[in-house]
Nanobody, 120 residues
Framework: QVQLVESGGGLVQPGGSLRLSCAAS????????MGWYRQAPGKQRELVSR???????DYTDSVKGRFTISRDNAKNTVSLQMNSLKPEDTAVYYC??????????????WGQGTQVTVSS
């Protein structure tokens, strides 16, 4: 059993910053990709950013230059620093991790979601 626990969401004004964090715990042999997805009301869940175990990162176009993803492999954590936030960034943000939980067996796990609201 693997759990992902998120923290750091909240209400912020346009142009402000927030930092999301996610910690994985449980039986973990290895974690491959870790990332953040978001889902706004009435929209499909979309990938925001992803970081591979070796450090390579991907970002959706709308957040490039504003968001920065990082991870600590020793602590099984991933963070998302969000700067210059816009109202269109408002969504529930979900942490995702591709976890090897036993030899050669992997599964995608999700956090419970954390609300980010950008509004004046």
């Amino acid at each position: 059993q693997v759990q992902l626990v998120e923290s750091g969401g909240g209400l912020v004004q346009p142009g402000g910053s927030l930092r999301l964090s996610c910690a994985a715990s449980g039986i973990i042999f290895n974690i491959y990709n870790m990332g953040w997805y978001r889902q706004a009301p009435g929209k499909q869940r979309e990938l925001v950013s992803r970081i591979r175990s070796g450090g390579r990162t991907d970002y959706t176009d709308s957040v490039k230059g504003r968001f920065t993803i990082s991870r600590d492999n020793a602590k099984n954590t991933v963070s998302l620093q969000m700067n210059s936030l816009k109202p269109e960034d408002t969504a529930v943000y979900y942490c995702n991790a591709n976890v090897e939980y036993s030899s050669s067996n992997t599964l995608d796990y999700w956090g419970q979601g954390t609300q980010v609201t950008v509004s004046s």
